[in-house]
């Protein structure tokens, strides 16, 4: 069972929101960056991109994690209560609508850009060459 109080485990689950959004999201911001330098080699000359992208990835993250603490989802023990996040079983419209809007804007979109970023690569690396055999 979970060992602590409800504010422990509110910052628990917080935490592991927070920091997994921004494992994904970082992935995803990779991937990204790497499709453009390869198909698009002009792209990005100048180092600044880099510090706007990652601020970028953690405010989204951590709009995303600080939803449940504004009522918007909850964070809750777990089914078996060792540990905390968010409340999968949603007690109301708006917990259902964060779950939702979580599987579609922090799972399935960025999922969906690191599979495009990565077929791309491989689709520029063949037709290079292929360019390449034909010369």
């Given at each position: 069972r979970w060992l602590f109080n409800q504010a422990v485990c509110t910052l628990y689950a917080f935490c592991g929101v927070l920091f997994g959004l921004c494992s994904l999201g970082s992935l995803t911001v990779l991937s990204t960056v790497c499709c453009l330098k390869v198909c698009y080699p002009a792209y990005g000359r100048y180092g600044i991109h880099a510090a706007t992208l990652l601020l970028g990835v953690w405010a989204y993250a951590l709009?995303?994690?600080?939803?449940?603490?504004?009522?918007?989802?909850?964070y809750g023990p777990e089914p078996y209560g060792t540990a905390c996040c968010i409340a999968w079983e949603a007690s109301s419209r708006e917990a259902t609508l964060y779950i939702l809007a979580l599987f579609i804007f922090c799972y399935l979109l960025p999922c969906l850009l690191i599979l495009v970023s990565y077929a791309l690569i491989?689709?520029?690396v063949w037709v290079?060459?292929?360019?390449?055999?034909?010369h």
């Open positions: 709009a995303f994690a600080t939803a449940p603490l504004a009522q918007w989802g909850s491989l689709w520029t290079s060459r292929r360019a390449v055999r034909q």
